[in-house]
């Protein structure tokens, strides 16, 4: 199926510092998102990007997240500053916005997140 | 309130057997969409198969099937033939229609089932 890849796959930093996530969507794909999974509990959606703009973002983006794409280049999340409880995996996801059934959203690997 | 719900934690098959794990969901919506993905043990999310709330026909792609029970908020998935790389955790999530969004809106997930096959 289509590929989305995200970079880097592993981070550890200490709270309180900035940290990037990128994701490199399916190359045709125009809506991007993030999904926030901690071990043992639900994914959970984090935030909807389309245009350059937020579609729709959930209460766990908090102030200290960004997300952007400049220039169709990588999609990425921004935390600053980081805290104890984002520590998850991050998954990027991409969609196309064809509709009529091309809506699936397809999954990068995930960012292994660990805020010490 | 939008809920996606599997029961079942953990499964364990023999190869070449089929397998049926359980999703019921919860929406206020006439018109919504179900998924089917898995969670390799490498931590891959790949997209399975999918099921449009308006279609009455189950999907079916390769090995995998649905059972779509719409007055029961069901929506179950069989796989037939299962192979030892079938072992994986396997998600139900729900996309509800958001008029701001479109097509593009946000996944409600499901805890997961962890299914192992064995040889």
């Known amino acids: 199926g289509p590929k989305v890849l995200q970079i880097p796959s592993h981070q550890i930093i200490d709270m309180g510092q900035m940290v990037t996530l990128n994701c490199d969507p399916v190359s045709n794909h125009l809506y991007f998102y993030w999904y926030k999974q901690i071990l043992g509990q639900q994914m959970e959606f984090l935030v909807n990007f389309y245009n350059g703009k937020v579609m729709e973002k959930s209460k766990l983006f908090k102030d200290q997240f960004s997300v952007e794409r400049p220039d169709g280049s990588y999609f990425t999340l921004k935390i600053q500053p980081t805290a104890l409880e984002d520590s998850a995996v991050y998954f990027c996801a991409s969609s196309t916005d064809w509709g009529g059934g091309q809506d699936t959203q397809y999954f990068g690997p995930g960012t292994r997140l660990l805020v010490l | 309130a939008q809920k996606v719900t599997q029961t079942q934690t953990s499964i364990s098959v023999m190869e070449k057997t089929t397998v049926t794990m359980d999703c019921v969901y919860e929406t206020q919506d006439s018109s919504y969409f179900l998924f089917w993905y898995k969670q390799t043990a490498s931590g891959e999310i790949v997209f399975l198969i999918r099921q449009d709330s308006y279609k009455k026909e189950n999907a079916t792609v390769g090995h995998y099937s649905l059972n779509f029970q719409k007055p029961k908020s069901s929506i179950g998935l069989i796989i037939t033939a299962t192979q030892i790389e079938d072992s994986a955790v396997y998600f139900c999530?729900?996309?509800?229609?958001?008029?701001?969004?479109?097509?593009?809106?946000?996944?409600?997930w499901g805890l997961g089932t962890s299914l192992v096959v064995n040889p």
């Open positions: 999530a729900m996309r509800e229609v958001d008029y701001n969004v479109g097509d593009n809106s946000k996944l409600i």
